[in-house]
């Protein structure tokens, strides 16, 4: 019995034959997949959709024989929608598959199966991939199913099989699938049925254990899955057999240990994958002799010092690398990573490592990157990282470190990015000049007050520095001269009141620049001459005032938002030389906006919550790449049509899009444009105002234009007849 619900079916073909066939059968279509193995790199699939396995059935039937002989790839998807029951009973010819005697590959996706009847792949001779993968509501169950209790007949006809994939299935016994060839197995003694498969896939099941032997039969199995399963105990013999395993996952299961011969047969391991599971031991020996491992993931268990000692990783000399982040750590002594030359990447992140040995590190000459960021360290001594000449990248943020030796950096000497956010530090750490090849330096959250024009002396191609978050009071003039090569520079929430004017002449290639919360008054002179500055955010400070000469031409975004300018000035009209294209100075004590308070260039303008009473007309004019238009939360009175007209846009242009709202408009005549501006589109002088919703308006009775009482209430009725709640807050009626 094989109850399968299916509503889509794709057959593929070879290549080759792809010219003598004509046509799909109804309800059909061809389709190229990638092919692994053909030189051309894709094969043609035909791709159908039938509502029930009963169908297919039908459709198998009305392929040629050519067509048939040459179906090589066969994938069931079942989709939700179309959930019938159906069943396909085995008829003379055992079952509709009989047929496609080439078939290479049968993936069964996302379908509502129950049983699998063993003669259903007996012709299978040359499936070499085979993957099912059971619908999310009816789960797969080799272990309670009674068709499935039978594996030795259901696999064993496949000689060919290299591929198995049962992978989001709930599979609980491993030994129902018969991969023992062990006296106890369902197999006779030395009867090896699958011994050509090369990978399986038994990750997201409910396995719970992996008896002794349970694999043996699997000589070639190179690629084991079994992640994401509950598996909790392991026998001492789980993986005999496993002689050609390169690759083992068995990440995210319950282990708390792992029997110290658990490898013992597998000496070609490659790939191991431990991670998130509650390991708190590492019994001595256990990765013994795998002196071809090159990745090991250990990371996200509670793996403790005393666990993970000078004998743990011993003989792993091909190891490149090593994941330990997230486990309780203390501390890492000398010899722990003695054996590890080849060692490129470790992680140790997310310890509580707070002591670390003379030349702990030592022995890894070919270390790339190195993490210990969150940790305990307090302190970093001169012999921390003796002879690491090959490391490119080293993370400390968030330690404690209150104190780097001024020598620690002396071997380092082919770093490019340092780390250090988050600590203790009450200045730029001495001794950082050594590092020459470094290109990012990262000292945000520390205590540091100031910086002088000898902290990064010698930091040549420095160019990220990151101060955010420290207690810097004022920037000097030459604070960064020793940087040529600055590129990106983060100064934000300091206590920064000052910067000399031309604080940053030394630094031309400077491009952004984030001076956000701080305490700044005035900018004036200190950007100017910054010709390749394109990004500056000088958000939530104190400053009193703005010119647009204050700014370099090459700037294109500029974010200050939050302060107190009063007025967007333009002294020298230099509209048409910038090229500024977001602008937000929303939150500041703007009063009125003209032709001059904008270049020319701008796109986006945040002008919300300031205190302008008056937009002049022509303000947008002349502004052709004008997007969007913040006047929202302002004082605005009177708003008149002619402030918001625009120069007629290109049809392949959208309308600029204003927001107008929050404001005290006063509803007369001279307002009465507001119902009609977004009809006005047709003529492409007038923006679109987006949130009409949030426009309020009170009658002015006895101001404005004075219209007369009938005039209102025309107003009034036209208003409310477009039932638009301008009129939320009416006064008069
Ligand atoms: C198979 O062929 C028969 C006879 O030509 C036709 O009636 C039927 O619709 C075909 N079925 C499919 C699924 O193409
Ligand atoms: C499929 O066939 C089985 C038995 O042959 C039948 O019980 C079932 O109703 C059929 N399903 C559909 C959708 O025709
Ligand atoms: C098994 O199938 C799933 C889903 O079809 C796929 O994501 C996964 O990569 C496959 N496993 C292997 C080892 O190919
Ligand atoms: C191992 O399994 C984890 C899931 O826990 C997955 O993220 C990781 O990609 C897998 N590794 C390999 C090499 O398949
Ligand atoms: C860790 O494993 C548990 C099951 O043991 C799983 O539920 C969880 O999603 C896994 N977490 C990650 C980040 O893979
Ligand atoms: C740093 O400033 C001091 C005093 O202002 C000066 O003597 C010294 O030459 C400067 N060093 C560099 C590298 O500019
Ligand atoms: C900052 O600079 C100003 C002006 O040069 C000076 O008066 C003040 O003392 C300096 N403050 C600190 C903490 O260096
Ligand atoms: C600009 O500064 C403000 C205020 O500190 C901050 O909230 C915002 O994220 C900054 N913008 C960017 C893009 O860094
Ligand atoms: C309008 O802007 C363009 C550049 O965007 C400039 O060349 C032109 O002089 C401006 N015209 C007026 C009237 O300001
Ligand atoms: C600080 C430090 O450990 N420096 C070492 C750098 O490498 C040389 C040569 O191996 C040693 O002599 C230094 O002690």
Request: hydrophobic content about 40%; aromatic content about 8%; charged content about 20%.
């Amino acid at each position: 019995m094989f109850l399968l619900i299916l509503s889509v079916v794709i057959v593929s073909i070879s290549a080759r034959s792809l010219t003598s066939i004509e046509m799909a059968p109804r309800g059909c279509e061809w389709r190229m997949q990638p092919d692994e193995g053909s030189e051309a790199g894709e094969e043609p699939v035909l791709y159908c959709q039938i509502r029930t396995i009963n169908n297919s059935e039908q459709l198998m039937a009305n392929l040629t024989q050519t067509q048939a002989d040459r179906v090589t790839v066969l994938m069931l998807e079942c989709s939700d929608v179309l959930f019938f029951e159906s069943s396909l009973e085995s008829n003379r010819q055992g079952s509709f598959l009989s047929g496609l005697r080439r078939l290479k590959e049968l993936k069964v996706e996302n379908c509502k199966i129950r049983n699998i009847p063993a003669a259903a792949l007996y012709p299978l001779r040359h499936l070499r991939r085979l993957s099912l993968r059971s619908h999310n509501s009816e789960c797969l169950d080799l272990a309670d199913n009674n068709i499935w209790n039978t594996p030795r007949d259901l696999f064993c006809p496949l000689y060919s099989l290299t591929h198995l994939n049962l992978t989001r299935n709930k599979l609980q016994d491993v030994s129902a699938l018969g991969f023992s060839d062990w006296g106890n197995g369902p197999l006779a003694p030395g009867r090896a049925c699958v011994n050509s498969l090369e990978v399986a896939d038994l990750s997201h099941n409910d396995i719970i254990t992996l008896p002794d032997n349970g694999f043996s039969a699997l000589r070639s199995l190179e690629e084991l899955y079994l992640e994401n399963n509950a598996i909790s105990t392991l026998g001492d013999r789980a993986f005999v057999g496993l002689s050609a395993l390169l690759t083992l996952n068995l990440s995210s299961n319950c282990l708390v240990d792992l029997p110290p011969d658990l490898f013992q047969s597998s000496r070609e391991l490659r790939h191991i994958y431990l991670h998130n599971n509650s390991l708190s031991v590492l019994a001595p020996g256990l990765l013994e002799g795998l002196d071809q491992l090159q990745v090991l993931d250990l990371s996200h268990n509670e793996l403790t010092s005393r666990w993970v000692n000078r004998d743990t990783f011993s003989g792993l000399v091909r190891l490149v690398v090593l994941n330990l982040a997230n486990n309780q750590l203390t501390r890492v002594d000398a010899n722990l990573f003695h054996d590890l030359y080849s060692l490129q990447i470790l992680n140790l992140e997310y310890n509580a490592i707070s002591v670390i040995t003379e030349s702990a590190f030592a022995e890894l000459k070919n270390l790339h990157a190195l993490t210990l960021t969150n940790n305990k360290i307090a302190r970093i001594e001169s012999y921390h990282f003796t002879g690491m000449y090959a490391l490119n990248q080293l993370l400390l943020d968030s330690n404690e470190i209150e104190y780097i030796h001024p020598r620690a950096f002396e071997n380092v000497t082919n770093l490019q990015d340092l780390g250090l956010n988050g600590n203790m530090l009450g200045g730029v750490p001495a001794g950082i000049g050594q590092l020459r090849f470094l290109k990012t330096l990262d000292l945000g959250k520390n205590h540091i007050e100031s910086v002088t024009n000898s902290s990064f002396e010698g930091l040549d191609l420095l160019y990220g520095l990151r101060l955010v978050d420290n207690h810097i009071v004022n920037i000097s003039r030459d604070a960064f001269s020793t940087l040529p090569s600055l590129q990106v520079l983060n100064l934000a929430s300091n206590k920064i009141k000052y910067v000399e004017q031309s604080a940053f002449s030394s630094n031309p290639t400077l491009k952004a620049i984030r001076l956000d919360a701080n305490e700044l008054t005035d900018i004036s002179g200190v950007f100017t001459n910054l010709q390749s500055l394109v990004w500056l955010n000088v958000s939530s400070n104190k400053l009193l005032w703005f010119d647009f000469s204050h700014l370099p031409t090459s700037l294109d975004w500029l974010d200050m938002h939050d302060n107190q300018v009063t007025e967007l000035g333009n002294y020298y009209d230099v509209r048409n030389s910038l090229r500024i294209k977001m602008l937000d100075v929303s939150f500041n004590l703007i009063t009125d906006i003209r032709e001059n308070s904008l270049p020319d260039s701008i796109e986006t303008l945040f002008l919300n919550n300031n205190k302008i009473t008056r937009v002049e007309p022509k303000t947008f004019l002349n502004k052709s790449n004008l997007k969007k238009v913040v006047l929202y939360g302002n004082e605005l009175v009177y708003l008149n049509l002619a402030a918001l007209s625009l120069n007629p846009v290109t049809s392949d242009k959208d309308l600029p899009q204003f927001y107008i709202g929050g404001n005290p408009f006063y509803c007369d005549c001279k307002m009465e444009w507001l119902l009609r501006i977004n009809h006005l589109s047709n003529l492409r002088q007038y923006p679109q105002v987006l949130d009409l919703d949030a426009v309020t308006c009170e009658l002015a009775h006895s101001r404005g234009c004075a219209a007369s009482a009938s005039a209102q209430f025309e107003i009034v009725e036209l208003f409310v007849s477009l039932r638009n709640p301008l009129f939320r807050s009416v006064s008069l009626l």
